[in-house]
């Protein structure tokens, strides 16, 4: 597509649900990031894909976070046991450096709220 | 490890005013530093960049030089536009605390210009 593509844009759970968020990066882009950005904070780093491997998933505050990119595109972040201090706006983005020091272009973001 | 330190907002101005957003960084090595904004409804977009000391980065009438010596990317316009109103982030990336390809942002600042 023409852009980095999140989906859903919007997602409203109960505290304890499981969470699946998805983006589909511009195409032929071989590195994926997600970051999370909370209420008046910038956003933070969470995980860097290139092609179909984590590189870095230092960012994953805990194993309730998990995320995947079986096929070097699309990719879905998944959240376990939700609680409310999971509610945050959820970004991705893409580059077409293979270093992952190329300019990075992002999505309008997942908006998570976990009652 | 890294991080950014960025003026707070709101910051509201009138329409040809000057602008300054100021910005501080603190990282071990020899960061690339960067202006990323975000326009409402819109995804977080790369304004300007600068990749080595006193490196002036423009783009739209936006500037910003790399100061090592005070270790800051102050953002500066001489005359905003109502189309300017838009959340400003500053980052960074590759600074020594964190790897190449982690962007470490400050925590924006909301700009309204009024007509």
């Known amino acids: 597509g023409a852009g980095v593509s999140q989906t859903p844009s919007n997602k409203v759970t109960e505290k304890g649900k499981y969470v699946e968020l998805r983006c589909d990066p511009i195409?032929?882009?071989?590195?994926l990031y997600w970051y999370r950005q909370s209420l008046g904070q910038g956003p933070e780093f969470l995980i860097y894909f290139q092609g179909t491997g984590a590189a870095d998933d230092s960012g994953l505050p805990n194993d309730r976070f998990f995320a995947v990119r079986p096929e070097g595109s699309v990719s879905t972040l998944k959240i376990q046991r939700t609680e409310r201090g999971d509610s945050a706006v959820y970004l991705c983005a893409s580059s077409s450096d293979s270093r992952g020091t190329g300019e990075l272009f992002f999505g309008e973001g997942s908006r998570l709220t976990v009652l | 490890g890294d991080s950014v330190t960025q003026m707070e907002g709101p910051v509201t101005l009138s329409e040809e005013a000057f602008l300054t957003i100021n910005c501080t960084y603190t990282a071990t090595g020899y960061p690339s530093l960067f202006w990323y904004v975000q326009y409402p409804g819109e995804g977080l977009q790369l304004l300007l960049k600068?990749?080595?000391?006193?490196d002036k980065g423009s783009n739209k009438g936006f500037e910003a030089t790399y100061r090592k010596e005070t270790t800051s990317f102050h953002l500066e316009k001489g005359s905003v536009q109502v189309s300017d109103s838009a959340v400003y982030f500053c980052a960074l990336r590759g600074g020594g605390g964190g790897s190449n390809y982690k962007l470490t942002f400050g925590k924006g600042t909301l700009l309204t210009v009024n007509p």
């Open positions: 195409s032929g882009h071989t590195a």
């Open positions: 600068a990749t080595k000391a006193d």
